[in-house]
């Protein structure tokens, strides 16, 4: 089952868990289905520091274009939803003029083609989730890579993105139910620096 004791949220997984799924679907079998950390303890702390640092970097500065036409904002939102499966806190959700509504991602790494697949996935199920908390329509999000030189990308949610994104949930549920070992990432260089290398069979 999900990483949560709490029972209102046992059914539901976060965008960044998806993400690990994409990475490799074993990630979902160790982290969800054994619940082995890939973090170290001693992690945390460093890990806790560069959020608290990030977070101010974040709200000090606008890195968004100007072009964007916002009413107004609302910042880190958890939004949750059983029917979509999905939970998580949305960096920010824009009101746009044309009636619209759009999650902004922040991203504390620089730009990469390859990784910008999954986090436009990423970026559909907020989308999604807002969609269906707030009742209006969200037709673009964006990803704000904030380091190594502020790039803004917006992403098209498309019906195509959606039912792509709800089908990798329905993925990342079937390992977690079934408890079965799902095949490795068909990328084996991803396995050199893996936490789990010494486990994973
Ligand atoms: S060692 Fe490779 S296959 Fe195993 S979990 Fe890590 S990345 Fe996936």
């Given at each position: 089952m999900p990483r949560t004791s709490d029972p209102q949220q046992q059914l539901m997984i976060t965008p960044s868990e998806v993400m690990e799924y994409l990475y490799c679907p074993r990630f979902t079998y160790y982290l969800?289905?054994?619940?082995?950390?890939?973090?170290?303890?001693?992690r945390y702390k460093v890990l806790k520091g560069r959020q608290v640092h990030e977070q101010r970097l974040r709200h000090n500065k606008?890195?968004?274009?100007?072009?964007?036409?916002?009413?107004k904002k609302e910042i880190d939102v958890y939004l949750a939803d059983p029917g979509l499966r999905v939970r998580g806190i949305v960096d920010e959700i824009l009101y746009l003029e044309d009636g619209t509504l759009a999650p902004v991602d922040y991203k504390f790494s620089p730009f990469k083609e390859s990784v910008y697949k999954t986090h436009k996935v990423q970026m559909c199920l907020y989308a999604l989730l807002i969609e269906r908390t707030y009742g209006r329509p969200v037709i673009k999000g964006y990803i704000a890579y904030i380091r190594g030189g502020s790039k803004t990308l917006d992403v098209d949610i498309t019906e195509g993105m959606k039912a792509h994104s709800q089908k990798i949930v329905d993925d990342v549920f079937d390992i977690i139910l079934s408890e079965k070992l799902p095949e490795k990432?068909?990328?084996?260089?991803?396995?050199?620096?893996?936490?789990?290398k010494n486990i994973c069979v």
């Open positions: 969800n289905v054994l619940r082995i950390s890939q973090y170290e303890k001693n606008s890195y968004l274009p100007k072009k964007i036409p916002v009413l990432t068909k990328s084996r260089v991803r396995c050199v620096d893996c936490t789990y």
